[in-house]
């Protein structure tokens, strides 16, 4: 048997994988990382999640501690995050955590205190390969959150565990109410956990970066509508554009933040068969003469798409919506992940 980390969110998943590893027979020991110095009201970053943390691991009878990483949080994923939206990307904030917070700075604070692995509650699996454990998608397909997890090199998801990989989020639930745990039934969280809901994504922008208006031009260079911030505007937006009506759908399909430009096209602008990546993270072996299997998903709960993977980009097999700037890109062959990078 091991000597586990694990990370306590608050939420019902990891106070389920600290359970079931104790009923596995290992040494189970919880930690509450506080991430965000500021407000907060949602997410792992609230007080109450910190508070519930803490009941679950008494009612489990394990140790539970809270490591301070506020300032590795703000120099990798808040000032990041401002930073992406100043030069006109778009950023995933929660992948960044787990690339940097979750499984780096956690992983390695865990071997320092003789930890021999580190687990959390998140829906994904790591299936056995001749290379050694590999990423794949989790028995709930509805929960899986292999996509957050795919920027993790191999190498360090080899150290970890998800032991709620294999259940259903219903199935949780019902270990969890099994248990008594005061998280059985608590929602999941879903938003950026160091933006509160009153204050949103604007107002928390708006304090720590200067946007600036722009103008909207179609793709033959017409004004065609203006909006407040330009670093605000995503790839594929369609309301806030200050369009006047019309019946034909019309959609930002290249922000230009340097320029103070949005430009804006219709459905078939959207589309494109090739889309750049970087930071490449290869997890496996392609699947060679198997390649038009790889599908490649764009967004956490996105419907993946048939792709051919080359040096530096995505090869859609038919024409695909845009992907932002700044977003992460995972291929999936079947139902495991064999690389991740970021949009360009």
């Not at 604070?109 to 790591?126: E, K, S």
């Amino acid at each position: 048997m091991a000597r586990v980390l694990v990370a306590m969110s608050g939420g019902v998943d990891s106070s389920v994988a600290a359970a079931l590893l104790l009923d596995a027979g290992h040494e189970v020991v919880g930690v509450t990382m506080k991430l965000w110095g500021g407000e907060a009201d949602r997410g792992c970053c609230s007080v109450s999640d910190v508070d519930d943390a803490r009941w679950v691991a008494d009612r489990l009878g394990i140790e539970h501690h809270v490591f301070n990483f506020t300032d590795e949080f703000t120099r990798h994923v808040v000032g990041p995050y401002v930073e992406a939206h100043a030069a006109g990307l778009t950023p995933n904030p929660c992948i960044e955590c787990n690339r940097h917070l979750k499984f780096d700075r956690l992983v390695r604070r865990a071997r320092a205190l003789g930890f021999d692995l580190v687990a959390t509650g998140h829906h994904a699996r790591l299936v056995p390969t001749d290379a050694g454990p590999r990423l794949a998608r989790g028995r709930d397909r509805a929960k899986d959150q292999s996509y957050v997890l795919a920027v993790v090199p191999p190498a360090v998801l080899g150290s970890c565990l998800f032991p709620v990989g294999e259940l259903t989020k219903d199935e949780v639930r019902a270990v969890a109410a099994e248990r008594g745990l005061v998280t059985a039934a608590k929602p999941d969280s879903q938003d950026v956990c160091f933006i509160t809901r009153a204050e949103g994504r604007r107002a928390f922008l708006a304090g720590r970066l200067e946007v600036h208006p722009g103008t909207v031009r179609d793709t033959r260079g017409r004004v065609v509508g203006r909006v407040d911030a330009v670093e605000l505007v995503t790839i594929g937006q369609r309301k806030g554009l200050g369009l006047a009506g019309g019946s034909r759908p019309r959609y930002a399909v290249a922000v230009d933040v340097a320029a103070r430009t949005v430009t804006v096209g219709g459905p078939e602008d959207l589309c494109v068969d090739v889309t750049p990546v970087a930071d490449w993270i290869t997890h496996g072996d392609l699947p060679g003469r198997d390649a038009d299997e790889v599908e490649v998903q764009v967004s956490a709960h996105g419907t993946p798409a048939p792709a051919r993977l080359a040096p530096g980009e995505i090869r859609w097999r038919s024409p695909h919506r845009r992907v932002a700037p700044g977003q992460t890109v995972v291929a999936y062959h079947r139902d495991r992940v064999v690389g991740a990078g970021t949009a360009g």
